[in-house]
């Protein structure tokens, strides 16, 4: 398993940008993909991006794409969710999660998460 911190939520306007970091140790993070998810209250989480361990391959939930993207540096143990044209329906608490097995596989870390507000 990886330990994986979020960073970087906050309190932003409607149509701004924000990126938000997950610093991974504990682990080969350089060897495992990485998704975003988020969950607003009372609702389930929900997927949002994943990236491949090497950041070649990425997929996203319809609600964000093009509008998120999602990137990774492996010399730093961080993946990335940058963020734009930010709407109040994307406001929610978000996860950074660790697979094992590939793009597709299980998840088996997660972070703590991190929140991120949007203002009308």
């Known amino acids: 398993q990886l330990q994986l911190v979020e960073s970087g939520g906050g309190l932003v306007q409607a149509g701004s940008s924000l990126r938000i970091s997950c610093k991974a140790s504990?682990?080969?993070?350089?060897?495992?993909?990485m998704g975003w998810f988020r969950q607003a209250p009372g609702r389930e989480r929900e997927f949002i991006a994943r990236?491949?361990?090497?950041?070649?391959?990425?997929n996203y939930d319809d609600s964000v794409r093009g509008r998120f993207i999602i990137s990774r540096e492996n010399d730093k143990n961080t993946v990335y969710l940058q963020m734009s044209a930010l709407q109040p329906g994307d406001a929610a608490v978000y996860y950074c999660?660790?697979?094992?097995?590939?793009?597709?596989?299980?998840?088996?870390?997660w972070g703590q998460g991190t929140q991120v507000t949007v203002s009308s």
């Open positions: 999660a660790g697979y094992f097995g590939g793009l597709y596989g299980r998840i088996d870390s």
């Open positions: 990236i491949t361990y090497d950041g070649r391959n990425t």
């Open positions: 504990g682990g080969n993070f350089g060897d495992r993909a």
